[in-house]
């Protein structure tokens, strides 16, 4: 890219916010983990739906490869740029401001920028609640967040981000603004467009701002932390929670001894709450409207429903706030403490909820077929059938050659998941990951549906090219 181009880009968002040097570049530049890195001529951060508007536009008129960034939490390197040194990053970490909140109509407005952890306090102090919720909370955004129709613990209850998101402001690749930040439930007119962006991964138009759902804020918690044998007994338990708390239970988080274990060896504040280990154990959360003995008495009914029924063997119930972080904890260090084990082969899938324990005793026999001494952290959001099937190297193997040869099992697990009726991408999305597996699994009718969609939106290819779809 030349160096007119650059000032140009330069220009529409000043200088102080265009960043050309290495060093302030570089943590937009590398996915967290290391696992993908990319180049840039600049990182343009526009304090603006009509900077980002004219950002694009120019690139529409002079063909430059645009990649939009969040909070840069991504897990399938969507929103790294390639190694040309071509295309550019368009951070919309600037804007970030909650622009209205309608207690009443429970319903808010927020930049794409805001990050999902401000959203969420600022609906707590509207004494409401905007439940999308996951590990990575402090950093993600709004806009990176329904570009990746992100999941999360709250799914369970409330739906993914598409299920929460009413309506979009969007820069569309030629760089006209389509403004849809409509707060209505009910609005049949045309073409759902808000849903062609949600879940597109930046590959479409640039997300400058939402408009989003709000719901009662529980008024308590109760959380309980339960040991079993296996995935049958956590699939028992889901249905004795269901059946006694129906939408008040807000999580069912399944978790492996393998995932606590490698937690607590490598976070020295976290601690095993039981005396003995087990095989597996549930987090589950009840969130209630009314006051904490409310929700104390629907997870002790479901505990001892599951406890008579001798599904649950053992466990624990937080009694304050302090023993509820503990609690999560145990969940929310898995994913960081695997970086910490060597290479880890990572499926993020879903199979129909009721399918999950026959899936995993398919998929266990598979992955130690294929390395006895492979260690399986499968993991994660077990009521919505969404598993992080996450496969770590025997500890003495060697990192690459492990994760080379792991391309096999991959392949293996993923076509055992489509016999299943599942979902090789639950909920981080396809980014440059799992393109070719995309294109592999996905109908050839729906996938030229996309590309005509694509074609159509987007006919210079410049928004976030080789993500989703290959180039
Ligand atoms: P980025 O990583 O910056 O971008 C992600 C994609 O969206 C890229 O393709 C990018 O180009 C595009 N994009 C970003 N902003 C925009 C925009 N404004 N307009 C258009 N395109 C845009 N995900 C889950 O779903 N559930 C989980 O439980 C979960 N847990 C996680 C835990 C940890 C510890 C980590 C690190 C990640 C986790 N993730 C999870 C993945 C990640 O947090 C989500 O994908 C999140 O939604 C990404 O938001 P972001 O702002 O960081 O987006």
Redesign the pocket.
């Known amino acids: 890219m030349n160096d007119g181009l650059i000032e140009q880009f330069a220009a529409i968002v000043g200088t102080r916010h265009a960043l050309m040097q290495e060093d302030e570049q570089a943590p937009y530049l590398q ?3 290391g696992r993908w890195t990319g180049k840039t001529p600049i990182v343009l951060r526009p304090g603006s739906t009509e900077e980002v508007a004219a950002l694009v536009k120019l690139a529409n008129e002079t063909k430059t490869a645009i ?13 790294i740029p390639d190694g040309s040194g071509e295309q550019i990053v368009l ?2 970490g600037r804007m970030n401001a909650i622009r209205a909140i309608d207690p009443d109509g429970m319903t808010m407005i927020v930049d ?2 805001a ?2 952890q401000s959203v969420q306090e600022a609906a707590e102090e509207a004494d409401r609640l905007f439940p999308l ?5 402090g ?15 709250g ?1 369970l209850a409330y739906g ?2 598409r299920d929460l998101c009413l309506g979009l402001e ?1 820069v569309l690749p030629n760089g006209d603004v389509l403004s849809d930040l409509n707060t209505l439930k009910k609005n049949n007119t045309g073409y759902d467009l808000r849903n062609l ?1 949600i879940g ?9 701002a939402a408009s989003l759902k709000l719901f009662p804020n529980p008024k308590s918690h109760t959380t309980a932390f339960v040991a079993l044998e296996s995935p049958v007994q956590a699939l028992a338990l889901l249905r004795i929670a269901l059946e006694k708390a129906g939408t008040a239970l807000t999580a069912f988080e399944i978790i492996p001894r393998f995932g606590l274990d490698i937690t607590i060896k490598h976070h020295a504040d976290i601690r095993d709450p039981l005396a003995e280990p087990h095989p597996w154990y549930v987090l589950l959360e009840i969130s209630s409207l009314e006051n904490s003995d409310h929700a104390d008495a629907l997870m002790n009914t479901i505990v001892q429903g599951a406890t008579e029924t001798a599904t649950v063997i053992d466990g624990t119930i937080a009694a304050n706030e302090a023993q509820r972080d503990a609690l999560w904890a145990l969940r ?1 260090g898995i ?2 403490s695997q970086r910490y084990e060597g290479g880890s082969l990572k499926h ?1 899938i879903s199979v129909p909820v009721a399918k999950l324990p026959a899936f995993m005793m398919q998929a266990e026999a598979l992955v130690f077929g294929w390395e006895p001494d492979a260690r399986i952290c499968a993991f ?2 077990l009521g919505d059938g969404n598993l992080h099937y996450n496969v770590s190297q025997p500890a003495s193997a060697e990192k690459t050659a492990f994760l080379e040869n792991g391309k096999q099992l991959s392949a293996r697990l993923h076509d055992l998941v489509m016999e299943f009726g599942g979902s090789i991408s ?4 396809i ?1 440059q990951m799992k393109t070719r597996d995309l294109e592999h699994y996905k109908s050839p009718v729906a996938m030229a549906v996309m590309r005509s969609i694509k074609q159509t939106l987007d006919p210079n290819g410049i ?2 090219p080789g ?2 779809l290959q180039n």
Do not use: C, Y
């Not at 919720?133 to 909370?137: F, H, P, T």
């Open positions: 996915e967290w983990r990649v939009p960034q969040g909070g840069n939490t991504g897990l399938v390197g969507g929103q951070s919309l794409a920028g990050i999902l919720s996951l590990a990575a909370r950093s993600a955004t709004i806009g990176g967040n329904l570009s990746t129709n992100a999941g999360g613990v799914a993914v981000a969007v962006f597109a991964e930046g590959t479409l138009g640039i997300i400058t929310e994913s960081e993020d994660g959001h639950a909920e981080h999305g980014g928004m976030n993500k989703v």
